[in-house]
């Protein structure tokens, strides 16, 4: 296997810049001065047709001037050039580009017909690119710097993919200051040559990169990222942000990028199956990414809460409840540990609340490290820790009566952080941190420079604790391997063949493959109706079987729980007089009180999608529903039903015994293998399927073909 083209674009020995000049203010020149200033060990290489020299580098007129064939080529210059210069360094030698330059497949017809034309040029050449439209690529390791602002903060284990140039360039005074600390960059842009899924495959093997955090306008390989983004959830978390899935999105994302946005419910089926962790803003991805790439795994639910206010301290309990998380009360033991070193009227039950407090000796040192030391506890959550942020307030009144400097203030309140901070990694449990000071404050600075993330408010540390744990459900969630697609069943293609299918010969390709259905027979008369009545057992059901029609029960062409003969004679008398053409599916009667519906639907360039839900009347309105690409896993079907919000239903409820989930994770498994071996199927619906001692039966189905309405 060739090796991975972001190997070369992010560690180069050499870069040739197209595009740079003596002018600061022109992008290429700020990028240029970028990768000097970062510090890139490597040789720099203006190109440019005029200049002679660019802060004292050499330039070179052209690209066959090059003495040598550079590792990258940055391209910072007008659209019309670029198809020539990707083939000039083609031909010099040159194997790897970034393409920074816009006005591609992101503006129209004729900007696709741009794009496509670099693309084959750079693929007759073997040369691999980053973008167009793109604005670089960051290595904080080498270092390595595209980018057109400097990085701001130490080197460190979150690397970024973003389809927005944005958000890992013009970001990086912002991550300076919450001490989000990057390994590695990738802006992506029309991902006409590297996309998603090549950087993904690279990020999963790169050892400096602990943690993943992605910006997404559209997966243009689902199944491939599907496949990558499953095996590296599994070692590194994988965070992302995915906008685009209404109208607003979509038409921004599409001038944007470029991009074919897919519905939101497509997408939170896919990352739950691949192990991504959705989450809603770019702060998310950020913060979270970073507390993930440098904080222990949070192996359980149970957290400790130490604040010096009872404010955050309850807004964090309530926030850790509502996302599932636990905060047991502290054993006996720990409280009376913890009792020795706090005010008499202190609560430590936990949360351990210090009331207001500023002298942070004891909410630094001896009552994490309790909390830290206790068995029950996964994880610690801290508010309140300040120091010269504090005095600094304090200093405007205190400066006006007492005869003390800011600095003598500053010294009186310094915080000693030097046991805490590596509590965390000795005990092998995260701590998360809040305080309503920035990096002005000594403690906070401290704390950041420690890898330990300070968030703005305490709610947002608690959820962040809570998704931490979900990323270590990720992580050790049962190996996901979906079984073999069977044959393609002979009497499955046979029955497709046909325009339409109707709701028997539905069933019927169903079965093919395994599926289970009801008991039912096909009848021409009333005669064979009631005959197979009595074979199947009273109380029988009569649909009228017709293939134009999809909908019955509106039009009077289902009868339920008939009892005997003249029952079913006068059923099929009515279907008749409703639709003349129809046949007589008569079927076994199961007993209702909780249904499920499932099916499938495709979306362009997706594998098949199977979705399965609570049934009923008011499965419509409710909406409570899990979706997953095709292959499926046994493990993905239990998923899905156990992200119902009604999943309850599915337990031993109202005396109705438990539903045999795995033969429902089977039939959802098997459903997805029915349309992955017949294209052909554009919709299948299931709708309702039943239980009978827990089993699953399909009641009703719906098979509508590829350019059928």
């Not at 696709?112 to 040029?121: F, G, K, N, P, T």
């Not at 992506?188 to 993943?212: F, K, M, R, W």
């Not at 691949?274 to 790439?293: F, K, M, N, Q, S």
């Not at 362009?604 to 095709?630: H, I, M, Q």
Request: charged share 20%.
């Amino acid at each position: 296997m060739p090796a991975n083209p972001l190997e070369t674009i992010l560690a180069p020995k050499s870069i040739a810049v197209l595009g740079a000049s003596s002018h600061p203010t022109k992008m290429g020149t700020m990028q240029m001065l970028n990768i000097v200033a970062s510090g890139f060990p490597g040789q720099v290489l203006p190109v440019h047709p005029t200049e002679k020299e660019i802060f004292g580098h050499k330039v070179y007129p052209t690209i066959a001037d090059l003495p040598f064939a550079p590792d990258l080529a940055l391209l910072v210059v007008p659209t019309k050039l670029v198809p020539q210069m990707i083939d000039d360094l083609g031909k010099l030698g040159t194997r790897h580009a970034v393409v920074v330059t816009a006005g591609f497949k992101e503006t129209g017809p004729d900007g696709q017909d741009l794009e496509r034309q670099v693309v084959d040029i750079a693929n007759k050449h073997g040369l691999r690119f980053v973008g167009p439209n793109c604005m670089g690529v960051v290595n904080a390791h080498l270092p390595l710097n595209t980018a057109v602002s400097p990085l701001c903060a130490p080197p460190g284990g979150l690397s970024l993919v973003s389809q927005s140039g944005t958000y890992v360039t013009q970001t990086n005074y912002y991550l300076g200051q919450r001490g989000v600390r990057i390994s590695k960059g990738v802006s992506v842009g029309n991902e006409a040559s590297i996309d998603l899924v090549d950087c993904l495959e690279y990020l999963g093997d790169d050892p400096q990169t602990t943690a993943i955090g992605l910006y997404i306008e559209c997966i243009r390989r689902p199944k491939e990222f599907l496949a990558v983004a499953s095996r590296i959830s599994r070692d590194k978390p994988i965070v992302a942000q995915y906008v685009g899935g209404n109208e607003f999105g979509a038409r921004s994302g599409s001038s944007h990028t470029g991009a074919l946005a897919g519905p939101d419910f497509i997408y939170d089926g896919l990352f739950a199956q691949a192990g991504v962790i959705r989450v809603p803003t770019i702060e998310d991805v950020y913060r979270l990414g970073d507390a993930l790439a440098h904080q222990p795994a949070m192996k359980g639910r149970r957290v400790a809460v130490l604040t010096n206010s009872g404010g955050p301290g309850s807004g964090m309990a309530t926030t850790l409840q509502a996302e599932g998380m636990e905060m047991p009360s502290l054993s006996p033991e720990t409280q009376a540990k913890l009792r020795q070193h706090m005010p008499p009227h202190a609560p430590v039950g936990n949360p351990v609340d210090l009331t207001f407090h500023v002298d942070m000796s004891t909410m630094t040192k001896t009552l994490p490290r309790i909390l830290f030391e206790d068995p029950q506890i996964d994880g610690v959550l801290l508010h309140g820790i300040m120091d010269t942020g504090w005095a600094a307030m304090a200093h405007q009144v205190f400066s006006k009566f007492i005869d003390i400097s800011r600095q003598e203030l500053d010294q009186m309140m310094l915080a000693d952080l030097s046991e805490l901070t590596p509590m965390p990694w000795a005990h092998g449990k995260p701590l998360l941190t809040s305080s309503f000071f920035d990096r002005a404050d000594h403690a906070v600075d401290s704390l950041l420079a420690a890898q330990i993330p300070v968030f703005d408010s305490p709610e947002r540390a608690a959820r962040t604790m809570a998704l931490m744990h979900r990323a270590h459900q990720i992580a050790t969630r049962p190996a996901a391997e979906a079984p073999p697609t069977p044959p393609v069943a002979a009497r499955a293609s046979e029955l497709l063949a046909a325009p339409t299918l109707d709701e028997h010969q539905a069933k019927q390709v169903l079965a093919a493959y395994g599926l289970p259905v009801c008991r039912e027979e096909f009848c021409a008369d009333v005669d064979q109706a009631v005959a197979a009545a009595r074979r199947l057992g009273w109380p029988v059901a009569v649909k009228g079987c017709l293939a134009s029609v999809q909908h019955k029960t509106e039009l009077g062409l289902v009868h339920l729980n008939l009892a005997d003969a003249d029952a079913v004679a006068q059923a099929c008398r009515k279907i008749r007089q409703a639709a003349p053409a129809a046949g007589l599916l008569v079927a076994e009667m199961l007993p209702t009180g909780r249904e499920l519906i499932a099916g499938v639907t495709r979306f362009p360039s997706f594998p098949p999608l199977v979705l399965c839900g609570l049934g009923g009347v008011l499965a419509e309105a409710l909406r409570d529903t899990a979706l997953r690409l095709a292959p499926l896993a046994a493990v993905d079907g239990l998923a899905m039903l156990e992200s119902l919000r009604g999943r309850a239903i599915l337990g031993d409820f109202r005396g109705m015994g438990a539903v045999d989930l795995a033969a429902v994770a089977d039939l959802l498994v098997r459903l997805g293998q029915v349309a992955l071996n017949h294209p052909e199927i554009a919709e299948m619906d299931l709708n309702p399927i039943l239980f009978v001692d827990g089993q699953p039966r399909i009641v009703d189905a719906l098979i509508v073909k590829a350019g059928r309405n």
